[in-house]
């Protein structure tokens, strides 16, 4: 990129890509990510994680993922908008175990899964699956989801599922079809947007890991813009920044102030200023007490003795 040098930086720190070398470990972050290896760690069946577009959903489970132990065994399925079927072959997979190229039925997939779970725990391992996007799972395939954990020992649940989704995600388990599912869910947790005080920390940090080590980049007037503008969601936040740094690059300045962070704004749809209402209520305020005030007049005068209009 081309303000590396300029800046003093060895890679780009405001991408949008999922990196988790720039997992902001603040608030309710952190809050998640340990109430996810609480969780795992207890063998709960289902755990749920919400939020917004854009709050850093992937991020958290790709640090989930890394941050799990040898004594865990993980899954990924980061598109499981898939039938029943697909979504047995796509854990098949993840699982280790081989597919020849005939079809399968779903007993099938759901036996060679079975056996490949009870052999993972036999060495002792917890198998933990992860579904991103999981507002988008169909209805039969959250069925068929349920069903897999049904698979358990006396003591332990063969494989525990975590699903990260939108907040379409709960109304989705609202519905009467999977309410058998919804009832499953032990733990769950919100994410939200990053708050002011948060606001600093999240670009000192991405700027740090990314190899700056120079005074404060940013100054007060662009923060302020910054989280206004991107309402403290972290993908806004990303995209906002590193625009306004190519526009401090391209202007040779060495800081980013507020008319940097306003350029980049303007050129991105979803993080606009907010423009003040035009007050045309104002006008109807006048409006309706000049005609309150000659209706009073008016039965002022019909009622005063000796008064003619």
């Known amino acids: 990129m081309m303000y590396l040098q300029h800046f003093g930086l060895r890679e780009v720190p405001f991408s949008i890509t999922p990196d988790t070398a720039y997992f902001f470990s603040y608030g309710h972050y952190a809050d998640a990510l340990n109430t996810l290896l609480v969780a795992l760690r207890s063998g709960e069946g289902f755990i749920k994680v919400t939020g917004e577009v854009g709050t850093g959903k992937t991020l958290l489970c790709r640090k989930l993922l890394n941050t799990l132990d040898k004594d865990f065994f993980t899954a990924y399925i980061p598109n499981p908008m898939v039938t029943p079927s697909g979504l047995l072959a796509g854990l098949a997979t993840e699982l280790g175990v081989t597919l020849s190229n005939r ?29 991103d996007e999981a507002q988008a799972i169909p209805t039969d395939t959250l069925e068929t989801l349920r069903l897999l954990t049904n698979l358990e020992t006396e003591k332990y649940k063969l494989m525990q599922v975590v699903l990260f989704g939108q907040p379409e995600l709960d109304d989705r388990l609202n519905t009467r079809q999977v309410r058998q599912l919804k009832q499953r869910i032990s733990f769950s947790y919100r994410l939200e947007p990053i708050d002011r005080e948060g606001l600093d920390s999240y670009v000192s940090h991405r700027l740090v890991v990314a190899g700056y080590q120079g005074g404060g980049l940013f100054e007060h007037g662009a923060m302020r813009t910054l989280y206004k503008c991107s309402r403290g969601i972290p993908r ?74």
């Open 236 to 309: 806004l936040i990303n995209i906002l920044s590193h625009k306004a740094m190519m526009a401090a690059y391209g202007r040779g300045d060495t800081t980013v102030d507020e008319q940097h962070m306003r350029l980049a704004v303007r050129d991105t749809e979803d993080a606009q200023l907010s423009r003040p209402p035009r007050r045309y209520w104002s006008w109807w305020l006048v409006a309706v007490t000049v005609l309150v005030s000659v209706i009073v007049f008016y039965w002022q005068g019909d009622r005063l003795p000796g008064v003619s209009l």
């Open 103 to 131: 079809p399968y039925g779903q007993y099938q997939l759901q036996k060679l899964i079975s056996d490949r779970l009870i052999e993972l725990t036999a060495e002792g391992c917890k198998v933990v699956l992860c579904l």
